[in-house]
């Protein structure tokens, strides 16, 4: 007969076993013939002893899995990626390797066990995934949980982790690229792809500045609207949980057809769906583009319900007009680490972006924001009536004249309804548009050299 008797260790069996805080001591009564408190005894002095004990001892697997606990698992499909996540109490330690026939790509987790959060992972893998076909997830040994992705299409995957941000704890970040992508096809999947290899910045000369002509005359007039946040990163979220990506998303829809509708201009989107772009990124396809402007949508928000009003902003080299300006921008350029982008395509818009932003595109900046802002403040109130301006990342771009506009404060509870209604946003975009010609109009664009 042989019965289980938990033993707690005390501070000298630490030095021999670490830090779990448990053993299982296996007594066998006919072997040993002492009683139970005689075999507590026996088997604490020969534990501490060291010698002819191991047979004894079994590690509890609870130990190690009180080491890291998933959370949440996130899936975000998109036709560029697909973005698996993970997060956790603490920092994963991974490993990662692929299976054919059929394709798999499977994920090893040491020291997590499964939970009830991990067993809706397969559910979270919607039919149109356009790289993952099904996904399962078991306890493969006692310490280390695996995760099997059945593919629909050879990928490329990018894994990465990241530190606690915002309302974020520890989070596995997977990436999954097409293995086979064309690049001429899809040039946000190349830009990403660099992006990755840290080399984002190397765009040849000849591909730099506006188009050769005058816009609008010799040409049409491009622009790149960015509908801001997405994915991973939902912005900020109003009191009825709107969330400001979605928002944006929809009025950046509605704006580009409102553009395209017109005999001599032209649209770009830096994101036309629910996926995270790095803010490097969306700079990038604005100048591989070559636009004449760049438009980035948000909606506001403040610790305090009762702010509200549109403001537009313009990029700022020297310090922020004002507090608010200051904090806005902070808190846009924390999309990246919301949003999570790997330590490989930091540099492009730590080191490079910053250098080279232009006084006179700045200036133009601000020309094209007024005439915007103008316009909106006939559908809303504005928060102040000027443009103001901050370190905006996004706003970069050093020959293209760019803006961001916030159309309306959505943590403020009326404001929050104005934007989730269909008339309000095609009110936003058609002042956008106004805007644009307007600017173009007076004369204000800055006749800029090829």
């Known amino acids: 007969m042989f019965t289980l008797l938990r033993v707690t260790v005390c501070p000298a069996l630490v030095k021999v076993f670490g830090r779990y805080s448990e053993v299982i001591i296996v007594i066998s009564y006919r072997f040993l013939g002492r009683s139970m408190s005689e075999a507590s005894s026996f088997s ?57 026939n059929p394709a798999r790509l499977v994920v090893d987790i040491d020291g997590v066990q499964l939970n009830s959060v991990l067993k809706k992972l397969g559910n979270l893998v919607h039919p149109d995934d356009p790289y993952i076909k099904s996904a399962r997830v078991g306890q493969f040994s006692p310490q280390t949980l695996r995760l ?18 915002a309302e974020f704890k520890e ?29 984002l910045d190397k765009i040849p000369q000849a591909e730099q500045g506006p188009k050769p002509g005058k816009a609008g005359r010799d040409r049409p007039i491009s622009i790149m609207i960015d509908p801001g946040h997405g994915g991973e990163d939902p912005g900020a979220t109003g009191k ?11 009025i950046g ?5 409102l553009i395209e509708q017109e005999p001599n201009m032209q649209a770009y989107m830096t994101r036309n769906e629910d996926v995270f772009i790095p803010l490097g990124v969306r700079v990038a396809k604005a100048r591989k583009q070559r636009v004449d402007l760049f438009v980035s949508i948000h909606a506001d928000a403040f610790s305090d319900r009762s702010a509200h009003g549109s403001s537009v902003f313009a990029l700022s080299t020297k310090g922020a007009t004002s507090t608010a300006a200051r904090y806005l921008a902070k808190t846009q350029n924390a999309s990246d680490l919301i949003g999570g982008v790997s330590r490989s395509g930091d540099r492009y818009l730590d080191h490079t972006m910053f250098d080279m932003v ?12 007024k005439a915007v802002l103008d316009h909106m403040g006939g559908i809303n109130r504005l928060h102040k009536d000027s443009v103001e301006q901050a370190g905006f990342a996004v706003l970069k771009a050093p020959e293209i004249p760019s803006i961001l506009v916030e159309t309306a404060f959505i943590s403020n509870v009326e404001e929050e309804r104005k934007l989730r209604t269909a008339a309000f946003q095609q009110q936003v975009a058609e002042s956008i548009l106004k805007g644009i010609k307007a600017y173009f109009a007076s004369g204000a664009a800055r006749v800029r050299r090829s």
Do not use: C
Request: glycine share 4%; net charge positive.
């Open 44 to 100: 604490r002095r020969r534990l501490l002893q060291g010698a002819g004990a191991m047979w004894l001892l079994s590690v509890s697997p609870l130990g190690l899995a009180a080491d890291s606990q998933i959370i949440a698992v996130r899936v975000w499909p998109a036709s560029t990626y697909t973005r698996v996540t993970l997060e956790s109490t603490h920092q994963l330690k991974y490993r990662q390797f692929a299976l054919s």
């Open 148 to 165: 099997v992705f059945e593919l629909k299409q050879d990928v490329a995957p990018h894994l990465f982790a990241l530190k606690p941000v």
């Open 171 to 199: 989070r596995l970040v997977m990436d999954l690229y097409p293995a086979n992508s064309d690049s001429e096809k899809d040039p946000l999947l190349a830009l990403l792809e660099d992006y990755n290899k840290g080399s």
């Open 240 to 250: 009825y949980k709107t969330h400001e990506k979605d928002v944006v998303l929809k």
């Open 253 to 257: 829809r509605r704006l580009k057809a």
């Open 358 to 369: 232009q006084s006179l595109t700045i200036t133009d900046s601000l020309k094209f924001g």
